[in-house]
């Protein structure tokens, strides 16, 4: 029998969970948290990530995010690390017929959702790509490249965040979200990843424009 082990995962990913547990954000030394459980039990993790954010997308009114942010009519959008399409659906609302999202997660569960959401829907603009850097994304010239909720997961920051904004037509914009930092982490986090230039907008929302 495989309890006693599913018993050890769980009893590790609630020590590993326990900085952000009964709703605590987590700052920048708490950040390793998710890596280490997902280097522990990758699967494990992805099931908790997918239920965080099927949470999350009850609370947040990414539509208006992204209104404010600056995504319009037209646009052609990126959206990396997008889980199961919290953004990706709203920016494909957003950016209408005339545009075009490209959706990619490493994470096939999680594209197996974005997919079952998609279901039903007459969404003929947005793509699904299974990749784990935005480098292995064929297409250039994106209007924006979103990064959201997805920094404190990841172990080389600056890797994804170059590639990201690498995929920029000139005058785009590269949105992160820096979702379980404070204003004053999220400084330290741009200084440690030697991101320049990037514009705080609102919120937990963070612009660099190419």
């Known amino acids: ?10 009893k590790a990913a ?20 998710f ?4 280097k522990r039990n990758r699967g494990l993790s992805v099931r908790i990530m997918r ?15 992204l209104k404010d942010i600056g995504m ?30 490209v959706a990619v997660d490493r994470e096939s569960s999680m594209l197996a959702d974005l997919n079952k959401e998609l279901e039903g829907h007459n969404f003929k603009n947005i793509d699904i790509v299974q990749a784990d850097s935005p480098s292995a ?17 990841l172990d080389n920051p600056q890797e994804i965040i170059n590639a990201a904004f690498n995929k920029l037509k000139p005058d785009g914009r590269l949105i992160i979200k820096f979702e379980h930092y404070s204003e004053a982490e999220s ?18 929302f963070w612009a660099l424009t190419r």
């Open 1 to 10: 029998m495989n309890l006693p082990l599913l018993n050890v995962r769980w």
């Open 14 to 33: 609630a020590a590993d969970m326990n900085n952000v547990r009964d709703g605590k954000k987590m700052g920048i030394k708490d950040s390793s948290v």
């Open 35 to 38: 890596r280490n459980l997902a």
């Open 51 to 65: 239920i965080v954010l099927r949470i999350k997308k009850k609370k947040i009114n990414s539509f208006e995010q």
């Open 72 to 101: 319009r009519g037209g646009m052609k959008v990126l959206d990396f690390g997008c889980g199961i399409g919290n953004y990706s659906i709203a920016s494909a609302q957003m950016v209408g017929p005339e545009g075009r999202v």
């Open 137 to 153: 994304v064929s297409e250039e010239g994106f209007d924006i490249v979103l990064l959201i909720d997805l920094i404190h997961l």
């Open 187 to 204: 400084d330290e986090l741009l200084e440690a990843i030697e991101c320049k230039g990037m514009q705080h907008l609102f919120g937990k």
